[in-house]
């Protein structure tokens, strides 16, 4: 798609003020890329400069975090909280701590979470934060030792009517644990509502830890279903074996549809009768294993080190591992062995190239900022539980996901139908999540 002659000076200046950034370059264009009717429609955007106002964080924090590994060496790593926009609540998003981390990458997430939170009716501003700390091989104290200094820093921008964050990459129930831990510390405050991921016996809420891989399913359930087509029988691809992948692989066997191959950073597993979930749960979540131990217990299983898991034949695709996972090729030959849907447990997984290809073939594609909003609608269940000091059934909670999830996809699709591109999940997201954005910006006036 072309970006609008009035966009595309908004562009320029957001690459000139935000040079080298190229992940977040990338998530700015591809929502400036679906504007331009909106623009046509609203003029008042232009005229308030809405999108220059949503294309600057309203704060960014970065800060120095120290830390002693078990030796006693010191390392220096560097945290991250950028506060993109609290229009319609506290800024809400992950932490991610991986070594790829860095401004850019922070920004291009906190970006989509604007978008993202608004899609899921629910009252949470957009924000993300991390750190370039690397936690693969680190040991729990050590683990503990770098979440404590982190919070240290971080707790004074915190709270729960202010920033609220939760887990992504490389943090999960162990890191939210010891963070929260750190800010019970500090502030003196048991203060549930000051993070979410937590734990289930400490304030947490059930389906939160399902909720991101359940609801991206979910989302292309509905997609499928617009199309008088399931799950049912398919082969699905789910690359990644993290939290986001393991309960996408679960919900769609409860769907009737068979996962034959998953993937970490080393290599991709194949597993043509279909993958063993409770043996990756217990290499991943329990043993935190690499996925090629997996052959060891299943013979008939293929490990492929480095190999690239869109290469092999299915129905449905759902990366669920990181950023520009899937290419312009890998897209192009998803299509030609048969894929019919895609659906982004993780961010911005497919490059620009790669989402023209499925939008070009007419695939079922559910961007991340709509399909992967499962994870942080729940949080904001969490919070609503918080704040009654309440705690819901899991069949309870499951449903409200599943209905919120079929209230996005619907959101999408029609508004993807009101701008003469019915199915296009990226025009729907979109619009659909800038205009409750902007809507509420004009009404607060100049701030
Ligand atoms: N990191 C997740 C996301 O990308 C969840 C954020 C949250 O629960 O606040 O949406």
Known sequence: MKLDEKLEPIYQDVLKRNPGETEFHQAVLEVLESLGPVVVKHPEYLERKIIERICEPERQIIFRVPWQDDKGQVHINRGFRVEFNSALGPYKGGLRFHPSVYLGIIKFLGFEQIFKNSLTGLPIGGGKGGSDFDPKGKSDDEIMRFCQS????????????TDVPAGDIGVGGREIGYMFGQYKRIVNRWEAGMLTGKGLKWGGSLVRTEATGYGATFFIDEALKVRKDSF??????????GNVAIYTIEKIHQLGGKCVACSDSGGVIYHEKGLD???????????????EDYVKYHKDAV?????????????VAMPSATQNEINGKDAALLVKNGCIAVGEGANMPTTPEGV??????KTAYGPGKAANAGGVATSALEMQQNAQRDSWTFEFTEQKLAAIMSNIHNLCYETSAEYGAPGNYVLGANIAGFIKVADAMVAHGLV
């Open 303 to 315: 490990y492929k080190k480095n190999g690239n898991i869109w290469e092999i034949p299915c129905q």
């Open 356 to 361: 023209k290809v499925f939008l070009d073939a």
């Open 277 to 291: 979930l409770d043996l990756i749960k217990q290499l991943k979540e329990v043993e935190r294993r690499r996925i």
């Open 150 to 161: 982190f919070m240290t820093e971080l707790y004074r921008h915190l709270g729960e009517h």
């Open 232 to 241: 049912k029988g398919k082969t699905c691809l789910v690359s990644g074996s």
